[in-house]
């Protein structure tokens, strides 16, 4: 019993720190994109794709999915 309850404490956890990220990632990319950072015009237009789905999920709680689409935006922006 005291096993499965570390599991979903932890469970809960790990979900708790995925929707806390989501904002953190999302201003790190929005700050590149301030700085005018010299990326190709298509990656440009992927990144803004990636960064409005990342938000997307985060607001319809898939944190994970999340947090994938916003990492490839920032490995694309080299962050």
Do not use: W, Y
């Not at 309850?5 to 806390?20: D, K, P, Q, R, T």
């Not at 298509?42 to 898939?62: C, N, P, Q, S, V």
């Amino acid at each position: 019993m005291k096993k499965l309850l570390l599991i979903l404490s932890l469970s809960f956890a790990s979900v708790g720190a995925f929707a806390n990220g989501c904002p953190g990632e999302m201003k790190a990319i929005d700050a590149k994109l301030a700085t005018n950072p010299q990326v190709a015009a298509a990656d440009m237009t992927k990144i803004k794709a990636l960064r409005a789905d990342g938000e997307k999920f985060h607001k319809e709680g898939k944190h994970g999915e999340s947090m994938k689409a916003l990492g490839d935006a920032k490995k694309i922006l080299g962050l």
